[in-house]
C-alpha cells in the first residue's frame, strides 16, 4: 500500500458521519400577488429576489458581482462568486412587457458581462463578451436595459470566462409572469437552480477547471441536509420551475408521491395537447423545465435528482471497492500507522453514513440528514416537499404524522403466517 492509497482510505474511514444539523426550516406563508389574474410571487428556497425600484415607469435593479462566504450545508463554507452576495444571485422576477434597467457592477479581478439566457432581447443587450458588448472590466458598471417581451422561466450568468465564473457560483432565474396566463391558476410557484461543484475535502474553493468527479450537488447552492424544504397544501396546484447550470451534468428530477406534467421549457410554453404526465424530468445543462402538478397524498415526499451520485456530498466517490472485502488483516497492517482505523463499506454505504466520525474541517459528510425514522442516507441534490392539509400551519420543521398502520414496518407473525409467507423459504 502506498502513501497515497493510505491517505485515501484513512480518509475514507475518517470522513463519514452524520450531518451536524437536522434539515434547514422553511416558512409556508402565502405569496403576495404580483402580476395579472391573481399570479403570485415566486419563492426562491434558501434564496430571494431582486428588489426594484421603480423610475419613470421602469424597473431599476442593481447586480453587484463579486467573491463572498456561502454556506453549502452545516459543516460546509466556501469562497463562492455570484451576485448580491448569493448563489444563485436573487431570481429576476417581472411581468411580460416589463422594461428594466439592470445595472451590473463588477468587483471580481477579470472581466464579467451577463447573458439572459432564453430572452429575447435586442442583440447588444445579450451579453455575450467579445460578440456583443466588450467586458465588464474589474470596478466597472454596465447598464442592460430591455424589455421582456415573452412570458417565461430563463437564467442569468456570465458569458465571459465562463468555465471559471459559473464553476464558482455565478447564475440565477429569471421569472416572467405572462400578461394573460393560460391554463388552471398556480397556488405555490418555487424555484430552483441545480448547480455542481467540485469542492476537495477540507478546501474552501471549488475547482474551476474540474471536468468530472463533481462531488457537491445543489439546488439553489445547498446540499441536503441543507436544502430548505417546499411546504404545500394537498389539493393545491403547484409550480417547480428547475434551471441546471451545472458545468458538465443533467439532472433528472424525480418527484416522489404526485404526477406532474411539463409545463414550460425556458423556450416557452408546453402546448396543452402536448403535456404528458412523468415522474422524472431531465433538466439538461444550459435548460429550464418547469412542472405543475396537485399533490392528493400529504406527507413528507422526496424530490431529488435520480443520478445515484448527485444525492451523496463529498467522500462518496473514489473509493476503492469494499463490498463483501473481509477487512480485517488490512486493519490490523494499516492500525499502527493510523490509530483506530476501519476499513469501512464491507456491508455497503449505509453504517458509514450512520456512524459518528470526524471529518476533515469544512467538509461535509457523504450523505445524511436526520428524518423520523433514522438517518436519511442522501445529500446533495435532494429535498422534502411537506404536503400538508393545513400548510399555512406549516414552519417546515416537523415531519409528518403518519395515521396508525400506514407505515411500513415489521411483518407481524400471525400476518406471515396467515398469508403464507415463510421468511426463510422463498414461497
Ligand atoms: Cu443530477
Known amino acids: ?8 482510505l484513512s480518509m475514507a474511514a475518517g470522513a463519514l458521519g452524520v450531518a451536524r444539523e437536522a434539515v ?19 419563492v426562491t428556497p434558501n434564496g430571494s429576489s431582486l ?17 463572498f462566504d456561502h454556506e453549502i450545508a452545516p459543516g460546509l463554507t466556501i469562497r463562492a462568486w455570484g451576485y448580491n452576495g448569493s448563489t444563485p444571485g436573487p431570481t429576476i422576477e417581472v411581468t411580460q412587457g416589463d422594461r428594466v434597467r439592470l445595472y451590473v457592477t463588477n468587483r471580481l479581478r477579470e472581466i464579467t458581462s451577463v447573458h439572459w439566457h432564453g430572452v429575447i432581447l435586442p442583440n447588444g443587450m445579450d451579453g455575450v463578451a467579445g460578440l456583443t458588448q466588450r467586458g465588464i472590466a474589474p470596478g466597472e458598471t454596465f447598464l442592460y436595459e430591455f424589455t421582456f417581451r415573452d412570458a417565461g422561466t430563463f437564467m442569468y ?13 455565478m447564475n440565477g432565474m429569471i421569472v416572467v409572469h405572462p400578461k394573460t396566463p393560460r391554463g388552471p391558476k398556480v397556488d405555490r410557484d418555487f424555484v430552483l437552480m441545480s448547480h455542481e461543484w467540485n469542492i476537495k475535502p477540507g478546501t474552501r474553493r471549488a475547482d474551476p477547471n474540474a471536468m468530472s468527479d463533481f462531488n457537491v450537488l ?27 447550470l451545472s458545468p458538465m451534468d443533467h439532472h433528472p428530477i424525480h418527484l416522489h408521491g404526485v404526477s406532474a406534467e411539463l409545463t414550460w421549457t425556458d423556450g416557452g410554453e408546453v402546448p396543452l395537447l402536448a403535456r404528458h404526465p412523468e415522474t422524472t424530468f431531465l433538466v439538461p445543462v444550459g435548460t429550464v423545465r418547469v412542472f405543475e402538478f396537485v399533490p392528493r397524498e400529504p406527507g413528507d415526499w422526496a424530490m431529488h435528482c435520480h443520478m445515484t451520485h448527485h444525492v451523496m456530498n463529498q467522500m462518496g466517490h473514489g473509493f476503492p471497492v469494499m463490498l463483501g472485502a473481509d477487512a480485517r488483516r488490512i486493519d490490523a497492517r494499516v492500525r499502527p500507522l493510523v490509530p483506530g482505523y476501519m476499513t469501512m463499506g464491507q456491508d455497503g ?5 450512520e ?24 445529500g446533495g441534490m435532494f429535498t422534502v416537499l411537506k404536503v400538508r392539509a393545513r ?8 415531519w409528518y404524522q403518519h395515521p396508525r398502520g400506514t407505515v411500513a414496518d415489521v411483518a407481524p407473525v400471525e400476518r406471515l403466517k396467515a398469508d403464507g409467507i415463510d421468511p426463510n423459504k422463498l414461497t
Open 1 to 8: 500500500m502506498n502513501r497515497r492509497e493510505l491517505m485515501q
Open 24 to 42: 434547514a426550516k422553511a416558512v409556508a406563508v402565502t405569496q403576495p400577488v404580483v402580476a395579472p389574474f391573481g399570479q403570485r410571487a415566486v
Open 51 to 67: 428588489p426594484w425600484r421603480l423610475v419613470d415607469g421602469v424597473k431599476v435593479g442593481h447586480l453587484v458581482v463579486s467573491e
Open 157 to 169: 450568468h456570465p458569458h465571459a470566462d465562463e468555465m471559471t465564473q459559473m464553476a464558482m457560483g
Open 218 to 244: 445543489t439546488f439553489n447552492s445547498r446540499a441536503f441536509p441543507g436544502t430548505a424544504p417546499l411546504v404545500m397544501g394537498v389539493g393545491e396546484r403547484v409550480r417547480i420551475r428547475i434551471g441546471n
Open 349 to 353: 454505504m449505509s453504517e458509514m453514513a
Open 355 to 378: 456512524m459518528q466520525m470526524t471529518v476533515p474541517d469544512n467538509s461535509i459528510p457523504m450523505m445524511g440528514g436526520a428524518g423520523p425514522f433514522g438517518l436519511i442516507d442522501m
Open 391 to 398: 400548510p399555512e400551519l406549516e414552519d417546515g420543521s416537523g
